[in-house]
Nanobody, 117 residues
Framework: QVQLVESGGGLVQPGGSLNLSCVAS????????LGWYRQAPGKQRELVAR???????IYADSVKGRFTVSRDYAKKTMYLQMNSLKPDDTAVYYC???????????WGQGTQVTVST
C-alpha cells in the first residue's frame, strides 16, 4: 500500500515562501516518478512540477523560476520550495507518485496553500 503524506502548507503573504514536503511510504522509492499538482476552487487540477526517477524536472510555465522540486532518496521525501508566492498560487497542493512499470498513480490527501494579505 502506497501512502503519500503532504505537509508544509499554510497562509502566507504575497512575495513570501513556503516549503512543501511529501513523505512516501514506498518500498522502492526509486521506481517512482513524482510530482506536485494543484487545484484551485472551480478549476481543474494542474501540474505544478515533476521530478523523474533520474531527477530530471519539468515545471509549469507559471511557476518557472519561482518553484523548485527536489527529492531525497534516503528520506523518501519530495519537496517543493515555493518562493515569490502570488495570490494565483492559492490552491490545494497534491503529491503524486507514478510507478513506471505498473503504470499506477497514487495521490496524497493534499495541503492547502493560501497566498493573501
Amino acid at each position: 500500500q502506497v501512502q503519500l503524506v503532504e505537509s508544509g502548507g499554510g497562509l502566507v503573504q504575497p512575495g513570501g515562501s513556503l516549503n512543501l514536503s511529501c513523505v512516501a511510504s514506498i518500498t522502492i522509492f526509486s521506481s517512482f516518478d513524482l510530482g506536485w499538482y494543484r487545484q484551485a476552487p472551480g478549476k481543474q487540477r494542474e501540474l505544478v512540477a515533476r521530478i523523474a526517477r533520474n531527477s530530471s524536472t519539468i515545471y509549469a510555465d507559471s511557476v518557472k523560476g519561482r518553484f523548485t522540486v527536489s527529492r531525497d532518496y534516503a528520506k523518501k521525501t519530495m519537496y517543493l520550495q515555493m518562493n515569490s508566492l502570488k495570490p494565483d498560487d492559492t490552491a490545494v497542493y497534491y503529491c503524486n507518485a507514478y510507478h513506471h512499470i505498473r503504470a499506477t498513480t497514487y495521490w496524497g490527501q493534499g495541503t492547502q496553500v493560501t497566498v493573501s494579505t
